[in-house]
């Protein structure tokens, strides 16, 4: 039986999920405004995508969640 480590794929990428659901409430707390908020939110979600090996190519448009 193999034990999950944080770099197992799969919990380390429920963990950046969670992480980025608490960033988001972090920046709604500091009250930025949404286009901002927007805006911090995608170059995370950009950088944890690339933290799990799926970074996107040259160009490629990037939206969306992990």
């Known amino acids: 039986m ?6 197992d794929n799969s ?3 429920e963990f950046m999920g969670q992480a980025l659901e608490k ?3 972090h920046l709604k707390n500091e009250e930025i405004k949404k286009g901002p908020l927007e805006q911090r939110m995608r170059g995370a979600r950009e950088f944890a995508v690339f933290l799990l090996g ?3 190519r040259k160009g490629e448009r ?4 992990i």
């Open 2 to 7: 193999k034990i999950k480590t944080l770099f």
């Open 23 to 25: 960033f988001e409430e």
């Open 11 to 13: 919990l380390f990428e």
């Open 54 to 56: 799926r970074g996107h």
């Open 62 to 65: 990037t939206k969306g969640r």
